[in-house]
């Protein structure tokens, strides 16, 4: 595989991972309410068909800090398209064309929704491993970057409804609040994973109001 393939694969995984994060992220900064929710040690569970995303991030160097952010989906979808800040503007985020090499994500995304499952794309470099799956219509997408100042592994598994609604705005815009919603319909799921050196972070959706 050409290194232009390996960086757009990269690329669309680091794209998919801030995606989710920044939608939470923004939930945090402006919604104090969670916040308080997160710093229980209980477990709750939360009225039938209400779901919640969660957010763990252990950082590994200094303090070994951690931060839990539980923002209920309900709230995240009513409170995003309030929220503009950089690229983010009325729930949808703007990417860079140069960022996806030209590449035609929804057609790309639509022969994926049909295929059958199966390991599509298996990559093993100097800088990265690279491996791309179908399983159960989740698209699962796993990168370790071997780079010697800071190695790092992401593992993304997304249901391929919410990948569908993330990419149902503009050519060049994914629909926060569209994957939000869908994501709404899904079971208990962990969505995205990133270790490396100084970090360790958890994204996943269930009923409960607080972290394990």
Same mark, same amino acid.
């Given at each position: 595989?050409?290194? *232009?393939?390996?960086?757009?694969?990269?690329?669309? =995984?680091?794209?998919?991972?801030?995606?989710?994060?920044?939608?939470? @992220? *923004?939930?945090?900064?402006?919604?104090?309410?969670?916040?308080?929710?997160?710093?229980?040690?209980?477990?709750?569970?939360? %009225?039938? @068909? %209400?779901?919640?995303?969660? =957010?763990?991030?252990?950082?590994?160097?200094?303090?070994? $800090?951690? *931060?839990?952010?539980?923002?209920?989906? %309900?709230?995240?979808?009513?409170?995003?398209?309030?929220?503009?800040?950089?690229?983010?503007?009325? @729930?949808? =985020?703007?990417?860079d064309s140069s960022d996806i090499n030209d590449v035609d994500l929804r057609a790309l995304v639509d022969a994926i929704r049909t295929a059958k499952d199966g390991e599509y794309v298996t990559v093993q470099g100097n800088d990265n491993d690279v491996r791309v799956a179908k399983e159960g219509n989740h698209l699962i997408i796993h990168v370790v970057d071997k780079g010697a100042s800071k190695k790092s592994q992401v593992?993304?598994? *997304?249901?391929?409804? =919410?990948? %569908?609604?993330?990419?149902?705005? @503009?050519? $060049?815009?994914l629909d926060l609040v569209a994957a939000l919603h869908a994501l709404g319909a899904q079971g208990d799921v962990e969505l995205v994973s990133v270790k490396d050196s100084e970090n360790t972070v958890k994204v996943w959706l269930d009923s409960k109001n607080v972290a394990d």
């Open positions: 595989m050409s290194n *232009v393939n390996r960086g757009f694969i990269t690329k669309a =995984v680091l794209a998919t991972a801030t995606g989710l994060l920044l939608s939470v @992220g *923004v939930m945090a900064q402006s919604t104090p309410a969670p916040a308080k929710a997160a710093q229980s040690t209980s477990s709750a569970t939360t %009225e039938k @068909g %209400e779901r919640w995303l969660h =957010v763990r991030v252990i950082c590994t160097t200094g303090k070994g $800090d951690t *931060v839990r952010v539980n923002v209920p989906l %309900e709230l995240a979808e009513k409170v995003l398209p309030a929220v503009n800040h950089d690229r983010l503007h009325n @729930g949808k =985020v703007r990417i593992e993304v598994k *997304v249901p391929m409804k =919410v990948i %569908e609604a993330l990419l149902s705005a @503009g050519k $060049d815009e």
